[in-house]
Nanobody, 113 residues
Framework: QVQFVESGGGLVQAGGSLRVFCVASDTFFGVRVMGWYRQAPGKQRELVASITSAGSPDYSDSVKGRFTVSRDNAKKTVDLQMNSLKLEDTAVYYC???????WGQGTQVTVSS
């Protein structure tokens, strides 16, 4: 069984910061590429950040320089630090392996003006 549980979402003012968390139930977590995705109403789910098993990150152009992804293989967690948040960052944020397994419930991030 592979499951992902996201948490840490909330309401934040534009320009503020928020950290979202993901804990995985996965025996082979330490050898997987992990990703953070988001989906806003009326839009497709998009990959915003990924991180290899060894900790090498990659980011979409829309979040590069503002978001930082990290992982702890011992704890089986993947975190996403979001700084300088913009209104367009409002979405439900999900974590998953690459390629995707079943989706968790995600965590809502709402950026207000």
């Amino acid at each position: 069984q592979v499951q992902f549980v996201e948490s840490g979402g909330g309401l934040v003012q534009a320009g503020g910061s928020l950290r979202v968390f993901c804990v995985a139930s996965d025996t082979f977590f330490g050898v997987r590429v992990m990703g953070w995705y988001r989906q806003a109403p009326g839009k497709q789910r998009e990959l915003v950040a990924s991180i290899t098993s060894a900790g090498s990150p990659d980011y979409s152009d829309s979040v590069k320089g503002r978001f930082t992804v990290s992982r702890d293989n011992a704890k089986k967690t993947v975190d996403l630090q979001m700084n300088s948040l913009k209104l367009e960052d409002t979405a439900v944020y999900y974590c998953n392996v690459l390629p995707n397994y079943d989706w968790g419930q995600g965590t809502q991030v709402t950026v207000s003006s």
